[in-house]
């Protein structure tokens, strides 16, 4: 297909996602926009870890923590410092603290920024481990960042967290970074580094032998994962209003991880497709938590349940379609128009 019409047909969908969006704004309640708001959140994430497990066949474990990091810069700078004076009771903050304030976009970026700092000087050691070890390794990172959240009241206000964080992360925000690392990792992975990438993921010694830095690719990828992370942190932060500690446990990362296995290792499309049905699934699942009424008898709900059977439906995933939804294709607008083309025949 001609770069022009390919061109031509991005624009398409970019509008057709504008007038979605004015469209449910104006029509769709608070909990379908919250829900609508979580989709494109869950698409930057999924997308980041993609690409450094999917793309780069890093297994890592770590996103909770850059989440956190991301969150944490971000409401520091977009919160006013009387916010901050009110909300530091256990300690009062450092007085830069106080002082840091940013636009939202600046504090998003910077969450972004900041988060792929520490991939940079998490990755120099971490990333010479392989495997299951990396993954124990960014495992403990993030468990390191959730503690030392809950322990510097003057920077974090320790174990009670934020409250009452500016509400600038709405449905134009989240899905306009939503397009924009869509179409950055798309970049990437077009480029010559990204066929490096996918070397590396699919024969690292072969990749050596070839004479590519693997240590250096691997660094790169991490740290752009990281920052998209950051910058998922940030939005979720500035979206609920509150973050604490508690947040960013392990559990946040498997979320994530659940989306990137569905929709398939090493298939942007299907990071799009699942962080989309994951997302409804997920809130949908509420229903199980809730007390049902079955021929007469009153079951209670029972709490996480919904995780639960949402855990099974991986498992099942897992054994009869390992390389989930999409595999590793991807949907572009040639595979679509020759879908079309095969129906019209």
């Known amino acids: 297909m001609r770069r022009g019409r390919t061109i031509l047909l991005n624009v398409l969908a970019l509008a057709a996602l504008g007038l979605f969006l004015a469209f449910a704004e104006a029509n769709c309640d608070g909990y379908q926009i919250q829900i609508l708001n979580l989709i494109a959140i869950n698409i930057i994430l999924a997308l980041s870890l993609n690409l450094i497990y999917g793309f780069t066949g890093l297994f890592s474990l770590g996103h909770a923590g850059f989440m956190a990091i991301g969150a944490y810069v971000c409401s520091i700078l977009i919160m006013t410092p009387e916010q901050k004076d009110t909300l530091f009771i256990l300690q009062p903050a450092f007085d830069w603290v106080v002082a840091a304030h940013a636009p939202f976009l600046v504090a998003v970026l910077a969450g972004g920024a900041v988060a792929a700092l520490f991939g940079v000087i998490v990755g120099f050691p971490l990333l010479r481990l392989g495997d299951d070890y990396l993954g124990i390794a960014t495992l403990g990172f993030a468990e390191i960042i959730r503690v030392v959240a809950n322990n510097i009241p003057r920077l974090t206000n320790g174990a009670l967290g934020f409250k009452g964080i500016p509400s600038y992360a709405n449905l134009w925000w989240n899905y306009g970074f939503a397009v924009i690392t869509l179409y950055v990792i798309v970049r990437l992975l077009q480029s010559n580094t990204g066929n490096v990438l996918k070397a590396i993921r699919d024969d690292e010694t072969a990749s050596k032998a070839m004479g590519v830095d693997v240590f250096r690719y691997k660094l790169l990828s991490f740290a752009v994962g990281s920052f998209f992370a950051g910058v998922g942190g940030a939005l979720i932060a500035s979206l609920l209003t509150t973050i604490d500690p508690k947040m960013f446990l392990f559990t ?31 809130e949908w699942l509420r229903i199980v938590e809730n ?15 919904r995780m639960v059977v949402f855990s099974l439906a991986l498992i099942v995933i897992i054994l009869f379609r390992r390389e989930g939804l999409m595999g590793m294709r991807e949907l572009t607008w040639r595979s679509i128009a020759g879908v079309f083309s095969r129906g019209k025949a």
């Open 291 to 305: 007390p049902v009424d079955v021929l007469g008898f009153s079951l209670p709900g029972i709490p996480g349940m």
């Open 252 to 282: 946040l990362t498997f979320n994530v991880l659940m989306i990137v296995v569905a929709g398939g290792l090493g298939s942007l499309s299907g990071s799009v497709l699942a962080g989309i049905g994951i997302t409804v699934l997920l």
